[in-house]
């Protein structure tokens, strides 16, 4: 297959690209980090598959999901791959519904992401929609609860007898059924803040998300009183 990847980190798209062209399936990989660039070379030439990052403060004024419209107003066609260190349902569901082919972690294995891009390449995915509200469980509540009084994780995993790794992981499993493991990242630029533009939809899609965390929080607290 023949891959265009963008990225504006030259170290990995420069190490990606040699080890996808050492793959027996790859027997293409041009690497692009500017977006001038990267449409001119998309416009020239035929690639199967684009990878795409979501944050491109280095190499654009666009991020990922723009440049993935972009892409696909000039060709309906294209596969387009997101590539990203963003693994959050939010930016899931936001590729997949502005056309994306797939969603890939950055630190999925060589071999994992080749079969992902093969089964791109026959029109395949692993979509996954995002999950409806899930409801806490009596240790998540006791441990929402602590946080709210305003204890120390230390002294919480000491009073509920778990380890503190362990209460890492039920603060992260509140937070994904909260705000499905959401914080928005700012997308910033060098020198100054920078605040995504988000479409009607996609504010649409943050409000419900927002929402529907703070549904479950109030429903855990009256719980918990």
């Not at 939809?201 to 927002?210: P, T, Y």
Request: glycine letters at 4%; one cysteine or more.
């Amino acid at each position: 297959m023949k891959i265009l990847l963008f990225d504006d980190h030259r170290l990995f798209g420069e190490s990606l690209k040699k080890l996808l062209i050492e793959s027996q399936f790859v027997s293409l990989c041009y690497y692009v980090e500017r977006e001038n660039d990267f449409f001119r070379t998309f416009r020239e030439k035929e690639f199967d598959i684009i990878l795409l990052d979501i944050n491109l403060k280095n190499s654009s004024e666009k991020n990922g999901f723009e440049i993935l419209a972009d892409i696909l107003s000039i060709n309906p066609d294209s596969k387009v791959v997101i590539l990203s260190s963003y693994d959050m349902p939010i930016y899931k569901k936001m590729a997949f519904d502005k056309g994306a082919a797939d969603f890939i972690n950055k630190s999925v294995s060589m071999e994992e992401l080749v079969e992902r891009l093969k089964r791109v390449l026959c029109n395949k995915t692993y979509y996954n929609k995002i999950p409806d509200i899930e409801v806490l469980t009596e240790r998540e509540i006791e441990i929402l609860r602590a946080i709210c009084k305003g204890d120390i994780k230390k002294k919480i995993a000491k009073n509920l007898f778990i380890s503190e790794r362990t209460l890492y992981n039920h603060i992260q499993n509140i937070y994904d059924k909260l705000f499905y493991g959401c914080n928005l990242p700012s997308l910033k630029k060098s020198g100054e803040d920078f605040l995504p533009k988000w479409a009607d939809d996609e504010k649409n899609l943050i409000k419900k998300v927002l929402k529907n965390g703070f549904e479950v929080l109030q429903r855990a607290l009256k719980l918990s009183l």
